[in-house]
């Protein structure tokens, strides 16, 4: 069974649909959960952080990673196959387009990233067509990322909103782990 790691940043109102992703996976990958500090101290409208975290342990039996020196060492001491980030928040995006390493998710990233392990992107967040899109694009021309197909969730009244098509993630790891980007990567609102 290949390891996957599992990682959860702050697009707050895609909770519901990480839960089903996180449960389907579990069915098929050994994985390790790692959030981000804003999903592991923040309640917001949409969920309490503790019954959040309790909901996570449950479908994987396993204790939540919180902190950098949890990530650090699935690089050199412990090997996943795969990292997958779902949801990715704007601010994660923005961070790992630009090379910054400060929380348990974007630690993880770098250590798995120098060990030529796939990293996939579940992209949530309401400025994906406005300023966060130049940092997809620099995702798009980065050595070991891939995106999960996404598409505009609401382009009546969010219209540079974009998010992850949480159908499409279990095909995205499948191409992602053989180094190559699942296609069409932008989803028309019929496509979904």
């Known amino acids: 069974m290949k390891k996957l790691g599992f990682c959860i940043t702050g697009s707050f109102c895609s909770m519901d649909d990480m839960l089903s992703v996180l449960e389907e996976l579990s069915q098929n990958y050994d994985i390790e959960v790692f959030v981000s500090p804003h999903v592991y101290q923040m309640d ?55 090379g910054i390493n400060d929380n348990t998710v974007t630690m993880l ?28 694009m620099t995702i ?19 219209p540079k909103s974009m998010i992850a098509c949480y159908k499409k993630v279990s ?10 980007q699942i296609q069409p990567l932008f989803l028309g609102y019929k496509e979904v």
């Open 171 to 180: 095909s995205t790891l499948e191409e992602a782990l053989q180094h190559k």
């Open 140 to 158: 798009l021309n980065m050595k070991g990322y891939y995106l999960v197909p996404m598409y505009q969730d609401d382009y009546k009244t969010k």
């Open 44 to 98: 917001t409208r949409f969920y309490n952080h503790e019954v959040l975290l309790e909901k996570i342990e449950n479908i994987t039996n396993k204790k939540v990673h919180t902190t950098i020196q949890e990530a650090e060492v699935y690089g050199p001491k412990y090997r996943l196959d795969a990292v997958l980030v779902y949801p990715c928040d704007g601010n994660t995006l923005a961070k790992v387009a630009l």
């Open 109 to 136: 990233i770098k250590s798995s990233l120098r060990n030529n392990v796939p990293i996939v992107l579940g992209i949530y967040s309401n400025d994906v067509l406005g300023n966060s899109g130049k940092n997809v």
